[in-house]
């Protein structure tokens, strides 16, 4: 059996005796379409769903989240993306017909997705460059891999934050010579934008993007802390958050207003920052990271102000672990293909399991067993925040619990876990580093014990992590351990330990070093499809 739409022949194909569910997408033009089922024998349909779909856009393919994602990269994404996005952002040097996803790239676009080139917004003052003119713009952008290469479908300049600069219009006026030639007419030009609604040459740009039937991929990376608020804030402050000019609804009224049309072209670009030694959105402890994106995706799924918005995005794979990537796809999923509007999970925006992982309240929360006297404190170090990459950073990050390593015993803090859901799976998290000399790139000498649960065999680990400000791994000047570990509850409640030597009989470690832990949580785990309890 065979389906096809229009000049998309065998979409779907079905040999004889085969009974699965299977999907395509394809883009098409607004209007009147013909579907045509054939077969060379009986068959049947027990359902058959037609659906108008966002374009779903994805920065970038092939980028390797954090984690083990228990098979290769490239099976990774055939499992866990490429089913649930329709346009990917690539790399230029993928285009290489040597380079290893080159075959990829080309089996993508055959089947109908979109392939769009990432190029720099050159000549701004984004990238602190004198402002090009429109010839200089158009010069640019017509030589870019994006426009040249036929196997990509355009480009997606990177990105206009909102300077009221004169190449902003230029751009917009090159944007529009490009698509009045024969030979781009067919290409696609996408921008990457934050505040244009504010000035004048961000209008002409957005009206120009609009004009050439391009897409405003409208950023809205937000932490789940943010300016003027602190670390504990509750779902009601993050809400009112969200509906503020710097969140979700207010910007979006601001282009509405100020940019007649552009949410027909706006695709909202989620961040979903979750990468240690990279940035990190996810944080504090507290905060469930997997609600806080879910509560965006159902603003713009819900709130009128969105209502006509063209597509939904997320930035970018190589800035997330394994986990978040897969349920951002998976908030692709539930809103922009199925059309839900219910939450996609009923989990708290607070998770109640552990308390105080930033030692913000002291030692509340935690029982400490000193190995010496004064040999634990909870204390602060300037800037552990900002080594961390706490995306936003407006409070916290810079507390944690120091430990000094004695000779005779460890030092011991634990802490209850609490409202567990027996047999689902969690992750415990943390991270530590040298307190005086963060440069130390060691794996230090630090035990974790989880009581009451199952370890998931082979999913736990601890990782040396750099400071991601640091450009070239033998420059890396700063350092600090990553300690993941996956469980599933036995009970309600499970019990955590933690100490400064290797274990119970062994420092393991330079007796008199001081470490210092933070970013101690216990969220549940998106488990991939067929391991969830």
């Known amino acids: 059996m065979r389906i096809s739409v229009d000049d ?5 194909t079905f040999e004889k005796n085969e009974k699965t569910t299977k999907e395509a997408m394809r883009f098409m033009p607004a209007g009147d379409h013909e579907l045509v089922v054939s077969s060379d024998g009986p068959c049947r349909i027990e359902s058959l769903v037609i659906r108008s779909i ?48 080159h075959r990829i790239f080309k089996t993508w676009t055959q089947d109908g997705g979109r392939l769009l080139l990432a190029c720099p917004a050159r000549g701004t003052p984004d990238l602190n460059e004198p402002s090009f003119t429109v010839e200089q713009a158009y010069e640019f952008m017509s030589s870019t891999a994006g426009l040249t290469n036929p ?47 504010s000035f004048e040459h961000g209008r002409e740009l957005v009206k120009s993007v609009m004009n050439a039937e391009g897409t405003l991929a409208w950023e809205r990376y937000l932490p789940t802390s943010w300016n003027d608020h602190p ?135 935690w029982q400490f067993a000193p190995a010496a006297e004064n040999s634990m404190r909870t204390g602060s170090k300037e800037g552990l925040g900002k080594l961390q990459k706490r995306y936003g950073r407006s409070a916290g990050g810079d507390n944690g619990l120091i430990t000094e390593r004695s000779a005779d015993r460890p030092n011991i803090i634990t802490g209850e876990i609490r409202d567990l859901e027996p047999g689902r799976l969690y992750t415990f998290r943390m991270m530590t580093c040298d307190y005086q000399d963060v440069s130390k790139r060691e794996k230090f000498a630090v035990d974790v014990t989880l009581e ?46 933690i100490t400064d030597w290797a274990n119970d009989h062994d420092p393991g470690g330079e007796i008199g070093q001081e470490l210092i832990f933070n970013f101690i949580q216990v969220h549940p785990y998106y488990a991939p499809e067929g391991d969830q309890p």
């Open 54 to 101: 966002p374009e779903i856009l994805l920065h970038e393919f092939m980028g390797r989240p954090f984690g083990d994602l228990g098979m290769p990269l490239e099976g990774f994404y055939a499992k866990h993306v490429m089913p649930n996005v329709n346009t990917f952002v690539g790399a230029p040097s993928y285009m290489a017909e040597d380079h290893d996803f």
């Open 231 to 365: 670390p504990n804030s509750s779902e009601r402050e993050a809400r009112n958050f969200l509906r503020t000019e710097y969140g979700l609804v207010d910007g979006a009224l601001y282009y509405r207003d100020r940019c007649p049309g552009s949410i027909e072209h706006l695709a909202v670009c989620f961040g979903f920052f979750s990468k240690p030694g990279g940035h990190l959105s996810n944080w504090p402890p507290s905060v469930n990271y997997k609600v806080y994106l879910d509560m965006q995706f159902n603003i713009v799924a819900n709130d009128p102000v969105f209502w006509g918005t063209y597509g939904l995005m997320g930035y970018h794979t190589s800035y997330s672990d394994e986990e978040t990537l897969r349920w951002i796809c998976r908030l692709f999923r539930h809103y922009g293909m199925e059309g839900n509007t219910k939450p996609a999970t009923d989990d708290p925006y607070r998770s109640p399991h552990l308390v105080n992982g930033d030692f913000n309240d002291g030692a509340q929360g």
């Open 452 to 497: 009451n649960v199952t370890l998931v065999p082979g999913k736990s680990f601890t990782t040396i992590t750099p400071n991601p400000g640091d450009v070239n791994v033998k420059t890396y000047k700063n350092w600090i351990n990553y300690h993941w570990y996956l469980f599933r509850a036995e009970g309600t409640t499970a019990r955590v330990t």
């Open 151 to 197: 196997l990509a479908d355009g480009i997606i300049i990177d990105e206009f934050t909102g300077h009221n600069d004169a190449s902003y219009s230029n751009y917009g006026k090159a944007i529009l010579q490009l698509k009045a030639e024969p030979r781009f007419k067919d290409k696609l030009v996408y921008v990457y934008m934050a505040t244009l609604h």
């Open 8 to 12: 998309y022949k065998d979409i779907i």
